[in-house]
């Protein structure tokens, strides 16, 4: 199996930051990795797929990078509507997430 | 529009029981792969099943296999997921997902573009 490590666990930033969560995985997924934000009580939304496609509607603020087993999400000037709960995912087999970086207000 | 809407999650016992439902709306349903992903409270997602688009082939996670089945109804354009021998650790909210992505080397490589809101399950007696 697949093991996806997501760091840090918790971030602090503010208004306007540049933040950036890292995923590791286990051994090499090419390009096959996903990025979701969820909030809660709400279902997760993509918005990264192939490491580093943004998805449909998905401001440009957003953006991804890596390939094989190290992989990044920036958010390039944090907005209040961004701190939520952050999860990679791999799909090169079956499918695994993150553990989940929550974004904090700092 | 695409929409999702999962049905079906309460409470049963330990040993127990339930069906849940996804209606799709705004697409047809058995032209995409569709997948089960699940929440246990306070902790992260865990995927839990797949359902492929041209052979309806079904994958399950190690945790359910044999205890879960996912299934479509075409004429409903409703997803499944029934659940047998249901455990405590079974208990999570259980999202529904469409799955978008490629074909490559022989291959689909799947992502979920959509989620429905969740439904939760509580396994306990």
């Known amino acids: 199996d697949i093991q996806m490590t997501q760091s840090p666990s918790t971030l602090s930033a503010s208004i306007g930051d540049r933040v950036t969560i890292t995923c590791r995985a286990s051994q090499s997924i090419s390009s096959w990795l996903a990025w979701y934000q969820q909030k809660a009580g709400k279902a997760p939304k993509l918005l990264i797929y192939?490491?580093?496609s943004l998805h449909s509607g998905v401001p440009s603020r957003f953006s991804g990078s890596g390939s094989g087993t190290e992989f990044t999400l920036t958010i390039s000037g944090l907005q209040p509507d961004d701190f939520a709960t952050y999860y990679c995912q791999q799909y090169n087999s079956y499918w695994t997430f993150g553990q989940g970086t929550k974004v904090e207000i700092k | 529009e695409v929409q999702l809407l999962a049905s079906g999650g309460d409470l049963v016992q330990p040993g127990g029981s339930l069906r849940l439902s996804c209606a799709a709306s705004?697409?047809?349903?058995?032209?995409?792969?569709m997948s089960w992903v699940r929440q246990a409270p306070g902790k992260g997602l865990e995927w839990v099943s797949c359902?492929?688009?041209?052979?309806?082939?079904?994958l399950y996670a190690d945790s359910v296999k044999g205890r879960f089945t996912i299934s479509r109804d075409n004429s409903k354009n409703t997803l499944y997921l029934q659940m047998n021998s249901l455990r405590a650790e079974d208990t999570a909210e259980y999202f529904c997902a469409k799955s978008d992505g490629e074909l490559r080397f022989g291959y689909y490589y799947y992502y979920m573009d959509v989620w429905g809101k969740g439904t939760t399950v509580t396994v306990s007696s």
């Open positions: 359902l492929s688009d041209t052979f309806a082939t079904a």
């Open positions: 705004g697409f047809t349903l058995s032209s995409y792969a």
């Open positions: 192939k490491a580093s």
